[in-house]
């Protein structure tokens, strides 16, 4: 079990400010990230898109944003813990503490919840029985190892990038591929299109399209068949293995919904002066953070980062007065 | 008369920024900045000091942090004055019309005040009658003209660059000059005070130190002599034609306190849900605006440039429903 002055729960932008400024006011940190990047949707959903409104950087890709403020918090060695989503948290013997589905525990004084719009997590499609057929493994949203797919079956539902790469990554290795999207237009880069054409006509690989799946039928979540519905009301069914569907991600509050934080259509209630949550020493920033006015920009999540992390000083740091100064005047603070 | 949206007060990095802030949101913006430079004290006291906790800027020289900003509002166009204090705001035909130093009358539909520490004045001696020889020209914090010091007697007062590199720059040009500084040691670079040693065995400069200023003697604003007193507390009079104190600066508000905008300790008291002062349509934002937990930090006075400028968004184009997007999605708006 690791102990430390910050929790900080989310690896975005503002998340990684948090790690930063922290450092700044002499805080140790620890940062959960529940996925395996730092950078939040910045990375995962527009990592090369220009941002324009981050003050001091006329335009900025999203993932150079994410390095720039990796390298801004590097002087005080945060802890990073990517792949661990915090699952549970609890008061104990005067300190918060975090475990995440990774089985990592820390001990925290304050904690900083800067989630973004929560966990990034696959959309699926309204079919029956599908939680049973995704513990099996027969359904899946994104491919873990490509040698669970070799010499099986497989159906690739979706039509923009995300499917048509995998339909070229698992094609050669699957026995054969059933490929389909419910329109007739792929929104995919050509050249994966135009291998996936070539290996249509190896055999390797076949469209169906436009046409959507109307349901998946077996037992003990092994799938027997999948039945396909085309636009002139007619159907098919396929016999596959696996199924693997691409339909994009949303984002969904995930456990932080089930520790006692009062919430606001899903966003963390907070006072705006403090950041601080009902929770006393519990803080949000960022786009999960919710109080009237709340503007949902970067900036503003850095802003209230400093606001929360100003305010956790005192638990921090009992009974020690702060001195706000600034960067100029004192340079970095040893880490 | 120019009429505009925004009317911006302070051309610090806080203003320029909400420059842009308002560009994003499709409003036109006039800045009046009374010094001569647009960058606030980042460009006046400390511009080659590097800053360290701007997000994703690790480390940033000040005044690059307000090339940055510039080049950031850039495509907006906004309208900059410098040399342009403002110094009567008053309601007329239900707009706000600002009225400069310079004489620049600008209506605007909302005013949003970023004025930093406020205006950055000279520190004077405790003298009396001060103002007289001030409003002669006798007295001096800076150098307007070189030529009203040719074949003058002059004193200049002070022990920092600013007083030595004017000691150099006059010398030659004034018929002699006095050098007076209370302490023995200067906290200027050396060389300039090489060249002000070789000037002294020339008989063109004097140094008196350490000395103090007792009092300026003279009628209607002409000064017949300057009293120096001495450690040991002996006395010298000394025969000048001007006197030039480099004192340092520091701020002061200005004409902004009074204007009926509510203040706290010398600062613009503000609702922190908007950034709004008292006076409906006046805004505040950067380290002039007061609010319970308010943290002095460049990024804090952004965020609140976001939120005044989106919380005025319903008086600029009244009746208008403002979608908040984000600049990935829409990239920048035409100026």
Redesign the interface.
Known sequence: MFSTDIAIIGGG?VGI?AA??AG?LGMKAHLFESSNALGGQCAAL?AE??????????E?K?ID?VQ??I??ASPFKPQYHTLAEVIHLSRQEGRWLLESSSHLKVAAKAVLITAGGGLLVPNKPPLEKISEFELSGSIAYKVDSIEEYRDKDVLIAGGRDSAADWVNSLCGIARKIFFVHRREKFKCTLSSLEKITEACEKGLVEMICPAQILGIEGENGVIEKVKIGFPDKSEREVLVDKVLFFFGLKTALGPIGSWGIKLHSGRIIVE???CQTNLSGIYAAGDIAF???K???I??G???V??AL??AYSEVFPGQAMH?Q???DK??PSA
Chains 1, 2 share one sequence.
């Open positions: 932008p400010f930063f400024q700044m527009y898109k220009p941002i324009y409104d981050i003050p001091g950087l006329p900025v999203a944003l720039n403020l390298k801004q705006q002066e403090t109080y009237p006015g503007l949902k920009l900036l503003s850095f802003s209230e400093a606001t100003h305010h706000l600034h960067s100029t340079g970095l």
